[in-house]
């Protein structure tokens, strides 16, 4: 039987009765998780703040600061020791790929989403060459005005609404979150985005992977098998950079079933 983290068991125990539910921290009365907009969540964590950061998957947690940062918090690790842990959550390698959090401040339990790359300046003697960045809902990115996708599924994922989400996505949305599922080779979201199993070694090889462009399904459409126009550049361990210009399959049961993504057939197509 498959072991479960404690954050993963706290999100079932939470999804199944939100009432009667412990946190299982320091015996503590379990709150709700909220998924606060980021105009209401940086004002619960301004600048110089100390809060705990608690990583959905592996339910390992850290502490740290907020430093800086308008449209998103920048943070750094506190201490060495934690610097250490976070690094343990990347298994080992720095990286960009984001991950589902819960903020834990003042008592409150907050839905975000941070990557695993030090970048910038730091201030604080922890290790930690830089700082990173934690999103909340409604937080952009240094270039864009709206939301990264892969960090708004990954507080979605926080929060427990990602099922929910999904199931009422039209057939674009479920294709680019099937995309950022390999992107941030995170294996639920796959789950509930793809008709088949993916081979776990096809999904280690993706080092990168970037939707350019995809075609859109008129409102209204009682089809049950969908084929959209897309465009993807990928970069395979190996295999470097290769290009698909295609189509993705997707599929329902019935008009009222949610849309999945025919992943085996879409891998085999560009030879993943």
Known sequence: MKKLS????????????????????????????????????????????????????????????????????????????DTKTMKEIYNGKWSWKRRAIIVISDGEWIAASMHGMPHGAGALSNNFPGHFCIHFFGSTT????????????????????LDEYMAISDPEKVSAAFIAGLKQQDAYLLSLVALNKID????????????????????????????LPIQVDWYIKNKGKKSYRGSIRLVRFSPLDPWQVDAKNFLLKNRI
Do not use: C
Request: no cysteine; hydrophobic share 40%; charged share 25%.
């Open 6 to 81: 404690i954050v993963s068991l706290f999100l079932m125990l939470y999804l199944v009765s939100p009432i009667k539910m412990y946190s299982m921290v320091d015996d503590e009365i379990g709150l709700p998780i909220q998924m606060l907009p980021w105009k209401e969540a940086k004002e619960h964590l301004p600048k110089f703040k100390k809060f705990t950061v608690l990583d959905v998957d592996t339910g390992k947690r850290f502490d740290v600061q907020r430093r800086a940062g308008s449209e998103h918090a920048d943070v750094q690790p506190l201490t060495k020791v």
């Open 142 to 161: 240094h270039r864009t005005n709206s939301m990264d996708l892969s960090h708004k599924l990954m507080i979605l994922k926080a929060a427990g609404k």
């Open 200 to 227: 776990d070694k096809a999904i280690r090889s993706i080092e990168n992977v970037k939707l350019t462009s995809i075609g859109h399904l008129e409102n209204g459409n009682t089809a049950l098998v969908v084929n």
